[in-house]
């Protein structure tokens, strides 16, 4: 819902967003609402409130933007039974009052009373943060031109040109259903669902299964046993891990330092952390995994053989996975060298495998004793160099939200029934980590502070040194775990693909004009909600010419995205090649990857250029579109899925389709949208 901004000009306007959560209302036939003074919401009319989207599994969101210096507003959460009329359950409790003019995110509970006997509790969080009139009018303008009185709530929507509202004839095909999700096509499993665990996805324990522990302990999503044979082969020379070739193994120590946020009820002793008493909770193993799993993508991607191992994994085939708090206990001796122990496993399976040609190993772990730390150091020793990555998050909200995310995907809490005691269990678990803690200080390491909650942080770098560790570096200060979606689409069919001719620089078929303006009503409903986004197109006119249509958002172009060079066969056929360079096309049909067009480029050479869009896309806060080319687009979709990269140059990048990829901390998903019918395109789909 875009809430009429005030009409008078663009002044400052706050960005409200009210987002409730619930493991348990999905099962329920009740649809949260939210309702109060604002006639916008129903002047505290329950049969005029307003419905709240479902964002995540247990999660649901109303987000609306308000001049900044509204009245006072109070509302209140309601839940509507969704099969009939019946009476709605209001909140618990007084009046929430939303202030005005400022940035702030604010965590309660809200009380709904069931039965006489039964009550639901929900968390709510409540998110205000001024927008800055760039902001409001780039996304304001996205709206303008679609803007219509909503047929419901007499608030402004965004509504897509229906069937009676095609501006003209031949535009009539432009038009799109209201509900996207017609137009999702099934995808092939590149990616994940968002809900499996990012640890169950990396290395399965060659130590472990040697010692007999069999397969099927392995936990559900985890990659195929034989894994390590199918240790990819080197890519060429230019990835060859030589002799001298540093070799680093990145300990990463996944939960942070474990400075625990108060829980909400009680007060913890900081006396032995270093740092001041206000000292709060590190980022829980989730997003460590998931950020050496990026990290992990990102290097593959660039060739570098790289493997990400996660301790927890390993502890769980070893020891189970309802291993409760006191098995983290500083002071449980045989807790203490469980996990010592598993951890060496895992180091011994990472060290091993760099023997046999590893360039980077990722050890996902807690590692929060000095002792501990030694022993990998040890381990290491004249064989690689360890960089210690630690990530640190004061922010108690991202914490708390990443401790019941943990809590709702770990495969340590998969059989817990009661979500809470899950929590209070993690946190114990916490508090144990707690005790123990030593800061990294300790030869090479890089200390991520804050880098989480998007405002900005902070990063300490100690004894770094060498091409592969600046890399790291580099993508560790641009990447963060917002979660946004990315949307890539080709152009719109070029004259060139219609006469089978590869690169060039022709304009759009008809059919590729009506994908433009299709692409463009699918923009502006997909991101109607977001308060701003970019696109982003090649220099050729294809693609630029696919853009034109979008409207209200900044356009930008990158001559990195412009399509592979096909040097001395561009503007040929496939069969003109075969004919009249029978040599290069042969050469090219057996080894599509690394071949290069004479005064051309291989896919080598557009992954390599690609890479600052990977960076500056893993950088970006707020949505982007990406209008590119097949060569370029398999590039980067095949960051975002980790394919290996033997494949691709096979990858199935259709015209007239959007990919959209979900970055987040459950990690990437993925969704494809086909806006046109193959066969007749111009039909209605
Ligand atoms: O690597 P292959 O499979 O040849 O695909 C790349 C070719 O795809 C094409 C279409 O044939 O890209 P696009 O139309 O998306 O710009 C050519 O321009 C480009 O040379």
């Given amino acids: 819902m875009a809430t009429a901004a005030s009409s008078g000009g663009v002044s400052d306007h706050q960005y409200v967003s009210v987002k409730l959560e619930s493991s348990r209302l999905a099962a329920l036939d009740l649809a949260p609402h939210l309702f109060g003074s604002h006639p916008a919401a129903g002047s505290w009319d329950p049969t005029k409130a307003l419905p709240m989207e479902r964002a995540a599994a247990a999660i649901w969101e109303l987000s ?7 009245e006072t507003l109070d509302f209140k959460l309601l839940l509507k039974p969704k099969a009939d009329s019946s009476e709605c359950i209001v909140e618990e409790g007084p009046n929430r009052p939303l202030g005005c003019g400022s940035n702030q995110v604010e965590m309660t509970d809200a009380v709904f009373k069931l039965t006489e006997k039964d009550s639901l509790e929900c968390k709510v969080w409540v998110e205000t943060e001024m927008l800055s009139p760039f902001d409001l009018a780039a996304s304001w303008k996205a709206h303008q031109e679609n803007l219509q009185p909503s047929r419901v709530r007499g608030t402004y929507d965004v509504v897509m040109n229906t069937e009676t509202e095609a501006r003209d004839e031949n535009d009539f095909a432009s038009g799109l259903e209201l509900d996207l999700e017609k137009y999702v096509v099934p995808t092939t499993p590149n990616m994940g669902s ?24 392995l936990i559900k999503g985890d990659a195929p046993l034989n894994h390590y044979a199918n240790t990819k082969k080197d890519v060429d020379g230019r990835h060859t891990p030589s002799q001298e070739e540093q070799k680093a193994v990145f300990v990463d120590r996944g939960v942070g330092s474990p400075r625990f946020a108060r829980p909400t009820n009680e007060t913890v002793s900081t006396s032995n952390i270093k740092q001041d008493s206000e000292a709060k909770l590190g980022m829980p193993a989730a997003e460590g995994a998931v950020a050496a799993a990026k990290l992990t993508r990102y290097l593959r991607w660039l060739g570098h053989e790289t493997k990400h191992f996660n301790v927890g994994k390993y502890r769980r085939l070893k020891h189970g996975t309802n291993q409760t708090a006191d098995f983290f206990r500083g002071d449980n001796k045989e807790g203490v060298e469980a996990r010592n122990e598993v951890a060496a496993l895992a180091m011994e399976d990472m060290l091993s495998w760099m023997e046999e040609g590893g360039q980077v190993g990722i050890c996902d772990a807690t590692n929060s004793t000095r002792s501990r730390r030694n022993m990998l150091m040890k381990m290491a020793e004249g064989k690689c160099k360890i960089i210690f990555v630690e990530t640190i998050c004061n922010d108690q909200d991202v914490l708390e939200r990443n401790i019941r995310l943990k809590v709702q995907q770990s495969p340590d809490y998969a059989e817990q029934t009661d979500f809470e005691a899950g929590v209070r269990d993690f946190k114990e678990r916490l508090a144990y980590y707690e005790k123990v803690y030593e800061p990294v200080d300790e030869g090479s390491y890089i ?3 804050d880098m989480v909650s998007g405002n900005g942080g902070q990063l300490q770098i100690n004894n770094i040194s060498g091409y592969l560790p600046g890399r790291i570096v580099f993508f560790l200060v641009n990447c963060h775990l917002t979660p946004r979606p990315i949307l890539l689409t080709r152009h719109g069919e070029s004259l060139d693909n219609v006469r089978g001719r590869i690169g060039g620089d022709s304009s759009l078929s008809e059919v590729g004009e009506v994908y433009s303006r299709k692409l463009a009503s699918f923009v502006e409903k997909r991101l109607k909600s977001e308060r701003t986004a970019s696109i982003w197109t090649s220099t050729l006119q294809r693609t630029i010419l696919t853009a034109q249509p979008i409207i209200g958002f900044p356009k930008i172009q990158w001559r990195a995205l412009d399509e592979i060079n096909a040097g001395v066969c561009d503007g040929m056929t496939y069969d003109e090649v075969k004919k009249n360079k029978p040599e290069e096309y042969e050469s ?12 051309g480029e291989s896919y080598l050479d557009v992954i390599q250029r690609l890479e600052p869009v990977i960076i500056e896309l893993e950088r970006q806060r707020a949505p982007v579109v990406v209008i590119a080319h097949q060569a370029v687009l398999r590039s980067l979709y095949a960051y975002f899925a980790d394919k290996p990269l033997e494949e691709v140059p096979k990858i199935e990048i259709p015209l007239h389709t959007i990919i959209e990829i979900k970055m987040g901390v459950t ?19």
């Fill in 194 to 217: 968002g809900v499996v665990y990012a640890a169950n996805l990396t290395e399965n324990p060659r130590s472990l299964l040697d010692t007999g522990i069999s397969p099927n302990n």
């Fill in 588 to 599: 090219r049909r057996k080894d599509k990857l690394r071949y290069r067009y004479p005064r």
């Fill in 667 to 685: 990690g990437v998903e993925e969704k494809r949208y086909k806006l046109m019918d193959a066969v007749n395109p111009t039909a209605e789909v």
């Fill in 64 to 70: 609306c933007v308000l001049p900044s210096r509204h």
């Fill in 447 to 449: 200390k991520m502070i």
